[in-house]
């Protein structure tokens, strides 16, 4: 294959090509399912709480995996992991079809079936994000690789969800959750297809506890690393948990159906696409701090105005720009995490940062929903987007007292 360079420049390395292939086609399985599981429990309990409820189910489990996963990471073929879990996942979405069609869902079985799935996902995440390093040779293209990822990955923000809404209305939601089945067919497709060199094991297996403990004090002794990790954890409990509430403002607010759920989503999507065309394009890391900074203040400025919004067009609009910004301080952090952290202890390492996004995320989901229900979705969404503000000046003031010393 021809070189190439640029935004797309990580497609130079076949293992990343495979990788962005099967994850691309899986991903949009799985927003399908996301947004059709969302208009699912709204249809079915009409709370947002429920929506909370079922958010949190999903993602809290993926906290306590994402350590065992980190250690499994690093002394364990991580293609392997992923692989075991996407098994887990499949059998998730089978049930969920089954259940739907058959005609005897509950919410209660869809918070059973979601703790499944995020027990799947903590087991996967962390051994795919410390994965991107090990398929792209030249470590100079990681942070592109990574900027490359997130756009895949909100391309299918913006497809999963348009396509899901459509799906919902005209086929219901057990067609979205059998389509995320299917998809998982190309993921594994592609794991197997790659060619990666055999691992080393690690010189010592010391005690599981003993290499946690590694990990931790190299993530909270290290103050870059240490940073970034609490800000991912409070940029989840604030700013991205408001897409919680995204099918009651659909639903609610703007007084739309499914269709109007995927194009608030697809919105969003939309949106970090653009900024991660941005980041792809984007070589200085050395910079990337108040990129962050920046983007946080975009996304929180996009979520304080989103409760203005009075029809469909001004939603989408303000959710894009909510959309880039989000977008583009997860990418930023996620490479600057990636690039100095050494490859011996990266998947622990990738744990713990993820387990700022499993624990606090899910965390924030919950608080949200709970929050909405007593005071209202619009004046939520406004705190929340207030909180992503301060937390980017906070951000900002930190990074510019660490380059001052």
Known sequence: MKKTGGIFRAFNYRNYRLFFFGQGTSFIGTMMQNTAQAWLVYRLTKSAAMLGLVAFAGQFPAFFMAPVSGLLSDRFEKRKIILTADIFKIVQAVALTALVISGHIKPWHIAALAVL????????????????????????????????????????RVAGPALAGFVVAYAGEGACF???????IALIWALIA????????????????????????????????????????????????????????????????????????????????TGALYLAAHKDTESLGKVTAAASAIFGAG???????????????????????????????????????PD??????????????????????????????????????????????????????????????
């Open 117 to 156: 799935l995020g027990t799947a996902n903590g087991l996967e995440t962390t051994a795919r994000h410390s994965m991107v390093p090990e398929i792209v040779d030249d470590k100079k293209d990681i942070g592109n690789a990574i900027a490359v990822n997130s756009m895949l990955f909100n391309a299918g």
């Open 344 to 405: 011996k202890i990266r998947g622990r390492v990738m744990s713990f940062y993820l387990m700022a996004v499993t624990g606090f995320g899910p965390l924030g989901s919950l608080i949200t929903g709970y929050a909405a229900k007593s005071y209202g979705v619009k004046p939520v969404i406004f705190a929340l987007g207030a909180l992503t503000i301060a937390g980017a000046a906070v951000f900002s003031l930190r990074q510019e007292r660490t380059e001052s010393r």
């Open 194 to 273: 790659m060619k990666l060199p055999k691992m080393a094991l690690p010189e010592s297996a010391a005690h599981p506890l003993e290499g946690l403990k590694e990990g931790y004090q190299y993530c909270f002794s290290f103050k870059p690393v240490r940073e970034i990790i609490f800000m991912t954890a409070f940029i989840n409990i604030t700013g991205i948990s408001a897409i919680v509430l995204m099918p009651v403002f659909a639903g609610k607010i703007l007084g739309g159906g499914p269709q109007a759920l995927g194009l608030l989503m697809g919105s969003l999507g939309a949106g970090a696409v």
């Open 303 to 341: 979520l304080c105005l989103l409760p203005l919004a009075s029809n469909i067009l001004a939603a989408m609009a303000l959710l894009a720009a909510a959309g880039a910004g989000m977008m583009l301080q997860s990418s930023a952090l996620n490479t600057m995490i990636q690039v100095i952290t």
């Open 178 to 184: 059998a389509a995320n089945a299917l998809s998982y």
